[in-house]
């Protein structure tokens, strides 16, 4: 009975967790209307297919493509809402006078908002060059720059992260697209720019290693996270030697990484180099900023910036590195052993190696129960300006026997070494931002 019992129990529990996973697995849910390109599966906006499964833990509907029995996964925001197959077709005449229509973005920061008015709560900030999908146009109150009306009107928009709300179409260029082939509405784009001009220019652009944006920040701050900054990183660019031969363009980046073969580069009536052959399109800022468009492997735009730097990434690295040493040598020397008579002996080997002994009071609270006394040292977080007059920094202990590493806020002074529980501190960025919530403190005494 209890063998039985504990069959159906488990039958229940499954049934459950499938009824959250897929919801209206039993023949279809109805139908919708596609709001973005999938160029991987050949769909274009407007087009109606029958939808058969909604996953919310996914965030996917599984539809058929029309005309085929074949399923495939599409993400829950580049289809409308399934409805009977009548209410749908009838809702499709809603879009049609944006058939195929998206945009870019002029002005960094252009506001989505909740309601086709000036004044209602922003939803989304666009980027810069940013493209998004044009819906239909509604019926708003109209916008003023202080010296009357500006020109355009309010349209329902989709950004290519799912977002929809209302903006404001003054700054926005509005162009055509159709299966992944962007026309705007000026003129063709690839019928623009292709000439020995643009192979120039796009030659100088090649010759230039273009790094993430993000390491600018880290110099000026001089927090360089030795993990997100390498000299491998960057936009590159790889011309073919010959008319006969594919140039390629590669993203190596912490967010992504991707390589595009492509037959020529052309320069479309934005301005912006197009990567025939691809979903890559590039746009020279200011001369040493470099905006990356392409469409990742999930379907999605994106966009990445990358940036010229006066500095040599290699010096920089190396500089870092060599301060790290110096800072651990520093308190290495200043022991190198140092005791506690509640919370045991640091004895430094050398700058990166610990002999931690006699820890028991800091198990399992700060220290795991599996850690074992052999203890190697790094300096992996910076702290902010607001702590440095009470910290030197963070050093992170990695006991032999702990997946992750334990983070202490320091302080060398003339008797010994003042560690703080930081474990619990709040990180950004690789900095810790302030103290935790009642921390335990250690003291050190210095020996020879």
Same mark, same amino acid.
Request: hydrophobic content about 30%; glycine content about 10%; charged content about 25%.
């Given at each position: 009975m209890k063998s039985v019992i504990k069959r159906a129990a488990v039958f229940g529990i499954a049934a459950f967790l499938f009824s959250i996973f897929f919801t209206g697995c039993a023949g279809k849910l109805g139908y919708s209307i596609v709001l973005w390109n999938n160029p991987e599966h050949n769909l274009t906006d407007g087009t109606v297919c029958k939808v058969y499964i909604k996953s919310n833990i996914l965030q996917v509907y599984v539809i058929s493509l029309p005309g085929s029995k074949e399923k495939i996964e599409v993400p829950l925001w580049q289809l409308t809402e399934p409805a009977g197959k009548g209410k749908t077709v009838k809702n499709l005449a809603r879009y049609a006078d944006f058939e195929h229509t998206y945009a870019t973005v002029k002005l960094d920061g252009l506001p989505i908002r909740a309601e086709p008015v000036n004044t209602a709560k922003q939803v989304y900030r666009l980027r810069e060059g940013e493209i998004i999908r044009c819906l239909y146009?509604?019926?708003?109150?109209?916008?003023?720059?202080?010296?009357g009306n500006?020109?355009?009107?309010?349209?329902?928009?989709?950004?290519?992260?799912?977002?929809?709300g209302w903006c404001f179409s003054h700054n926005l260029n509005l162009f055509k697209s159709v299966g992944g082939v962007e026309k705007s509405d000026k003129e063709a784009l690839d019928s623009a720019i292709s000439s020995d001009e643009t192979k120039d220019e796009i030659k100088e652009i090649a010759g230039k290693h273009w790094y993430p944006?993000?390491?600018a920040k880290m110099i000026k701050s001089q927090n360089i996270d030795l993990n997100l900054m390498t000299d491998d990183y960057g936009f590159y660019i790889?011309?073919?030697?010959?008319?006969?031969?594919?140039?390629?363009?590669?993203?190596?980046?912490?967010?992504?990484s991707d390589s595009w073969k492509f037959d020529k580069v052309s320069k479309n009536s934005k301005g912006s180099y197009v990567f025939e052959g691809t979903k890559v399109e590039i746009s020279l800022r200011k001369n040493s900023e470099l905006n990356v468009q392409y469409v990742g492997s999930d379907g999605k735009t994106k966009v990445l910036t990358f940036i010229q730097l006066e500095e040599d990434v290699l010096d920089v690295i190396q500089d870092e590195?060599?301060?790290?040493?110096?800072?651990?040598?520093?308190? *290495?020397? *200043?022991g190198p052993i140092f005791k506690s008579s509640n919370y045991g002996t640091i004895k430094f080997n050398n700058e990166n190696s610990v002999t931690w002994s006699n820890y028991k009071l800091l198990q399992p609270s700060i220290i795991s129960s599996s850690a074992l006394g052999s203890v190697t040292v790094t300096l992996d977080y910076f702290i902010a300006k607001s702590l440095k007059s009470s910290y030197d920094g963070v050093l992170t202990m990695h006991f032999t026997g702990m997946e992750e590493g334990v983070n202490f806020l320091y302080k060398l002074t003339d008797t010994g070494l003042r560690l703080e529980d930081a474990s619990? *501190?709040?990180?950004?960025?690789? &900095? &810790?931002? *302030?103290r935790s919530a009642s921390p335990m403190v250690l003291f050190f005494e210095k020996h020879k």
């Open positions: 146009r509604g019926n708003g109150a109209a916008v003023t720059n202080g010296k500006m020109s355009g009107e309010w349209l329902r928009v989709l950004t290519s992260s799912g977002t929809q944006d993000y390491y790889t011309l073919p030697e010959s008319d006969n031969e594919d140039g390629t363009v590669t993203i190596n980046h912490p967010s992504d590195i060599s301060r790290r040493q110096n800072e651990l040598k520093r308190i *290495a020397s *200043a619990k *501190a709040p990180i950004k960025d690789g &900095v &810790v931002t *302030a």
